[in-house]
């Protein structure tokens, strides 16, 4: 039932090169450690080059340099790892769920649900809300009012879409993800707060991947936005306001504070943090852990993070550093 | 079918003061950059008045000290963002939701439902659990044993309370939302963890709110406690036993270790952590991204965020931090 | 109906010695501030030692040489807080529920769901899971493909096991749960980003806890592992092909990127973040707030969190910090 290739076919089919056996048939793909002879391995961290020398695999999908640290069949790419994804895909064994709509879900009566969606057991979908074709809604998920979802969509399981949200086409969301919930607009009015409305939508371009348990708020006024293909990982929280451009990605446990616009390309590392009302221009490299204040104006890579050290010693220079910037801790000359 | 109002009866009913057309209609709310001529914006954020002057807004609502940047009709307000809360809400469009129980809700049999309150679809009400009346149980919603919604509380969706939840009036809870889950209590017994029972529960004040995702453990003992119109953004983490006084509000991503005391009308930046066992005190501000160890005794603002800067001066000025407190990195008069 | 116990008959089943009246009488437990004559307090953390001398509790559970402080009676513990979770889990009230399947569940055709197994209101369960037997899986639960819930595990409400997760015996996961999504593996490829398929599953060990909102990704080509009683707290993020090691545990909010490996009983303070690709010994505690970004090899205690205070005396020492590094802040003798 699976499928098997020859290393000859998967060279023509993705562009890469054959080294040793075009013939060898390959059925899978699995790490260098467990790889078998029918199974196909790669190197793209160079961390793991010391794994060559052990591995039972029938072809190793690396690059050129490495050649000469292994001693079998090889499919030579530029970039492993984007190779590697591309072959992998054809392994990938997904159950094409039928299209309907299974009889626990609840759909208001104008809301339009496309003959080529499925939606799956205990769903709700609210008024004037829109799934399109090939769309696929899986158990649990609430759809709100004035949402659209369009053609070919994922939602796993259990993802929320609270009001005015609209997807692109292709759009993948993870199970316990919250699109679309009242942005965080609080002003106080006589010792109390008063809520501000949030009349804003979220707008989530074609292509884009949201993790498990992320959350996007919906604008107060205008949309919160994100252009095409950007990927957000698992635990994020993106403000009302955000706009985010495309093919940008987010490690897991980001935080964007509202109305902050950030632009293409940009890389942004686990746990960091990103004030509000700021910009940040395309192809900027955020480090892990980071606290962006400030807007960034060109293609950089900043940083805030400090690594752990023995506790000890850290406590020591964390008392001198709270020295600096007082009398004592000025060095002589200032 | 939507409402339109007057300048001048909009200054009469938020105590405003009429600059220019007071019979101008206004139907609207927008930002300045999308406003038409009646749509009404607002400048609170001295950030944004460059954009008062391309503004087609039909009025704005601003302070007094802006009036000579802008050449339309406006609303005077010594606070302009309260005041366009206030009015934003006359022109948001919310739909009632009809009281009763849908009929795919589960409900025990020992439960008491209101006959004024909603119960959504795939809903579940555990045993001896009371929804009071005007409360809105949105989908998906789970209400375990012995928890009481108040009236007019409104849970949009996929909202669960574990186990001995008390909600007061008008508590509004986001999507995603776990209050009453176990405290993290353990101890350590002959080399293997033993989980700590959570006896406890958890009482939410009036008017609070709690943002999309966020946690709120329930009490070991005593309850974890949230005076009244305590604010929580999303992605919030509260520990078994912690008491947040009224009127704080938090941020995205803020956690709170178990049992610390936090005063009235704190606020909480994004991602700042708080250990436990602590007491804070009214009206403290912690910067976002902080983290506070110890307790805070009177009504300040505290710090320990880092912004970032580039990459490689942040390494530089790192590499000498961790040599303070070593000999070679102290000053000469040490 | 609620059980009561002598100080006599609680110190014989849990190895403590009786200090003062043995035939005194315990149907409770509670705080020493609010502990009355039939109930049993303790104390284990010093720091509310204070609270002893107006305690009403009819006795307390605590160390030998906190005895001088208390009138009262006593069980004397070398580890009072170990001592009093085996002692209050006598008197949590724990309603069994019922085996069966409620007939809002949708389970899948080829789905095994022992009959001993009880499956609660509007729960999925995927084509060729099993469910064994004492398993409770609450209210709202999706169990997606290939899974495996072992026997007497907990899933309270609104967890969800995406697919091709196995879970030991009695596992117990919090609400909002997400274990076996998609891990993070993309590749650019001709400057859009691809997804890399993420074949493997996820397999939690005996005993393990698993707090709300928690996330854990499936491996992509191995599984993401948790040995036995590892006990994670509420969002924390745990990455594909993370191993972790027996007995460790994870306070709220932690995040550990994919690849990472971590020892047997380590202790992981809040909000702490680890790297991807790194190694961990057995026994490392990690401070709260810390950022780990090395492998660590010996059983040490690491740190790089800063405690919060005055913001503009912090802004001071930031100031001196980023000048560390230039020239002008560089010492007389570099």
């Keep these: 039932m699976a499928a098997t290739y020859t290393l000859d076919e998967l060279a023509t089919r993705f562009g890469l090169v054959v080294h040793g056996q075009g013939k060898h048939l390959i059925s899978g793909v699995a790490t260098l450690a467990k790889a078998q002879c029918q199974q196909l391995g790669f190197l793209a961290n160079p961390h793991y080059r010391r794994e060559l020398a052990n591995s039972q ?12 640290h292994w001693s079998g069949s ?3 790419a530029r970039d492993p790892y984007s190779a590697f994804a591309r072959i992998a895909a054809l392994f990938e064994v997904t159950e094409g769920s039928q299209s309907g709509i299974h009889p626990s879900a609840v759909i208001a009566p104008d809301a339009v649900i496309d003959p080529a969606a499925s939606i799956d057991a205990h769903v709700s979908v609210g008024a004037r809300s829109r799934i399109q074709a090939g769309a696929r809604i899986g158990p649990g998920c609430v759809i709100g009012e004035d949402c659209v979802v369009g053609p070919e969509c994922t939602l796993v399981a259990r993802v929320t879409l609270v009001c005015r949200v609209a997807l692109g086409p292709r759009v993948r969301i993870h199970p316990g993800a919250v699109i679309g919930a009242d942005g965080f607009g609080l002003a106080m009015h006589e010792g109390h707060w008063i809520k501000v409305p949030q009349l804003g939508g979220v707008s989530i371009g074609a292509d884009c991947e949201i993790g498990a348990n992320t959350t996007i708020d919906r604008g107060a006024l205008d949309d919160t936005v994100l252009e095409e293909d950007v990927r957000l990982d698992n635990q994020i929280q993106i403000g009302h306001n955000v706009v985010i451009g495309a093919h940008t990605a987010m490690a897991g446990c980001v935080a964007v504070a ?3 616009r950030i632009g293409r390309y940009c890389q942004i590392g686990g746990g960091a943090g990103i004030s509000g009302h700021i910009e940040i221009a395309d192809k900027v490299t955020v480090l892990a852990k980071s606290f962006v204040t400030h807007s960034i104006l060109s293609a950089t890579v900043v940083s805030s993070a400090i690594p752990a050290r023995d506790a000890k010693a850290w406590r020591r220079s964390l008392a001198q550093l709270n020295r600096l910037g007082t009398d004592r801790g000025r060095s002589p000359r200032d």
């Design 74 to 76: 090889a499919l030579i």
């Design 258 to 260: 509202g109305s902050t």
């Design 57 to 68: 695999a029938g072809a190793i999908v690396l690059r050129r340099e490495d050649l000469p």
